[in-house]
């Protein structure tokens, strides 16, 4: 094997340039776990980064003066070695002694398509405490499996993203003046719509039009659908995996219901439901749940499909309406899990919940506001015992207000003003 090709600082003791990109807010955050014991653990789509943010990890390791030669980085992408040959081919010819006896770093790329993968990062893990261990993951479910059954207390996990907003304006160059949101309305809406069909994709943000939805269509959403899902849980139908993916991107926040799709489909319906979860698992579709202070019981109730992100719904549907894509992205954006759609028809699109806290948020993007709109917002209110509630408009900026009651009506493009009010992390 080669590994020479993976690990181009062992001749000049750098990292090309071209592979370092720039980096983002959660670089900070992980390397203060660059020097603890644990394995560090990075998880997300294709497409977001986690490889950049390995090659960045070295290159701050290089500065910092580790030897480069303590440093193996390896993709099983493409390339299916064993990882036990892998590190015997290193102590041989780069390390030329064992890895025991070093403190070594190890970059392990993709590591879900490595046959058997936790045990044998476990092995090595105990095997060699001074050793530090980097790995990224695409396949959720599998990642989830193997880190909590094999390597319980032993590694520290981040979800990498697509860029936010504020860091899409940061990296496109855009200076706007958080604390003066009014006097950058216009750019703020030009931006946003930007964002929404980028979905904040790193590659994206310079491509438009037909370039920017073949590449999200062949570069990240076929090569998951008809490779990675299929490698990773054997399946048979990846058609049918596009199908429900379509479906969503159709009709973001649809009602899911199995039987209908199975009729649809004429496909079992237990069937569908594993797809589905397939779908979840590899971070295309968000499942809501109808909110019940009773577990169980939400559980049972019905529930609502979104795609993960915009800039698939947009890709797949590029006539999809301002709306449905604002609503979608306060879905995802919050990593929402509950809406409400009581027995009497009412609904609100977002039960946001936040440690021990709810805040009920609907989303109307339209002209007109009225008080009719926030009747659902304010019964939730009296109900639950709260006091706050959140309506994104599309241009509308007000106050509705039942006895201690607030329903604070806020603009869509107005960021850094809705997320102070819903607790989301930056």
């Known amino acids: 094997m080669e590994l020479q090709g993976f690990n181009l600082w062992w001749k000049d003791g750098r990292v090309p340039p071209e592979f370092l990109g720039r980096k983002r807010k959660v670089f900070s955050e992980i390397a203060r776990y660059i020097n603890k014991r644990q394995i560090v653990l990075f998880t997300g789509l294709r497409r977001v980064g986690k490889t950049t943010l390995m090659y960045q990890i070295i290159d701050e390791l290089l500065r910092k003066g580790v030897n480069p030669y303590n440093i193996l980085y390896f993709s099983f992408d493409e390339m299916r070695y064993d990882l036990e040959d892998i590190v015997k081919q290193y102590e041989a010819d780069v390390l ?26 476990k092995l090595l893990y105990d095997s060699n405490p001074r050793l530090k261990i980097f790995l990224t993951g695409s396949a959720q479910i599998t990642m989830w499996r193997g880190t909590r059954e094999s ?32 006097v950058f309305e216009k750019e703020l809406k030009r931006h946003m719509a930007g964002f929404l069909k980028t979905g904040g994709f790193i590659e994206a943000l310079n491509l438009d039009g037909h370039m920017l939805r073949k590449y999200f269509k062949e570069s990240l959403l076929e ?40 009729n649809d489909l004429k496909v079992d319906h237990r069937t569908i439901a594993n797809y589905v979860s397939y779908l979840e698992y590899a971070l295309f579709l968000q499942k809501l749940y109808n909110y019940s202070r009773n577990l169980l019981t939400t559980e049972k109730k ?58 009920p948020i609907e989303v109307k993007i339209r002209e007109k506001i009225g008080r009719d709109d926030v009747n659902a917002l304010l019964r939730f209110l009296e109900k639950n ?21 607030i329903v604070e009506a806020i603009p869509y493009w107005r960021y850094w003003s809705i997320r102070t009010r819903t607790w989301w992390k930056t």
Request: charged share 30%; with cysteine; aromatic share 12%.
């Open 96 to 121: 030329r002694e064992d890895i025991a006896k070093e403190r070594v770093f190890l970059f392990l790329d993709e590591i879900q398509k490595l046959n058997g993968w936790p045990s044998k990062v």
């Open 151 to 182: 390597l319980a207390g032993r590694f520290f996990d981040f979800l990498i993203r697509p860029l936010d907003f504020e860091e899409y304006l940061d990296f496109k160059g855009i200076k706007i003046d958080r604390n003066r949101e009014k």
């Open 223 to 262: 090569r998951v659908i008809f490779v990675d899902i299929p490698q990773t849980f054997r399946l048979d139908l990846p058609d049918l995996l596009m199908k429900i993916l379509n479906i969503t991107a159709s009709r973001p926040g649809f009602y899911l219901d199995y039987k209908n799709l199975s």
């Open 302 to 359: 019905v529930k609502k499909l979104y795609p993960c992100n915009t800039a698939f719904t947009l890709a797949l549907n590029p006539q999809a309406d301002l709306p449905a894509v604002l609503e979608q992205y306060f879905v995802n954006t919050l990593n929402a899990r509950f809406f409400l759609k009581t027995p009497q028809k009412e609904e609100i699109d977002i039960i946001h919940a936040h440690n021990s806290h709810l805040l």
């Open 385 to 405: 015992n709260l006091k706050r509630a959140l309506l994104i408009t599309l241009n509308t900026e007000t106050r509705f207000q039942k006895d201690k009651l």
